[in-house]
């Protein structure tokens, strides 16, 4: 048998089993996603209890969606739309409450930078923490079309947000993204 067989098997394996309710084959998944999952969330959340809150609520919506999952698409793009709706629904709630509370513009205004010096090689921790202090509306149109893969079309339907909005708050993150870039020429 092949190796790589012998691995789609057990996967399949484990699939069924997490479908049967077997607790032992639930945290093995539990910890093979938990990673991914937060990759996703770490995006989206300015402290590490909020993301894995959020990744904790999509392993449950996985768990139970699991018996709908269509083995031809990969497993983890699979969990990955999963783990982005759950963001995108934490969004929506907290809508009111995040508006309120983003943070007044802290940047300069001067956008007179020449980018091209800047060390492109940041790891993704730090490009992370940039990210995390962007007002969160503007973070997460931002993840979700330059990350994410999402049109503004879709942005403004699944944020419930127009056309405008949505392009206003991607120019505001490029426009903030670019001030701290060009700080670290200084």
Known sequence: MCILSLELEIKDRLIKDVIKEKRKAQLELYRICFSILMSVTNRYKNNEEDAVSLANNSFLKIL????????????????????????????????????????????????DYDLNDVDRNMDEEEVNNHLLKLPQATRTVFSLFAIDGFSHKEICSELEISLETSKWHMKEARRRLKIVLAEKLV
């Open 64 to 111: 139970n969606a699991l018996n709908k999952y269509d083995k031809k698409v990969p497993f983890e793009a699979w969990i990955r739309r999963i783990t982005i709706n759950e963001v995108i629904d934490d969004y929506r709630k907290n809508k009111k409450r995040n508006e309120m509370f983003d943070s007044v513009d802290e940047f300069n205004d001067n956008e």
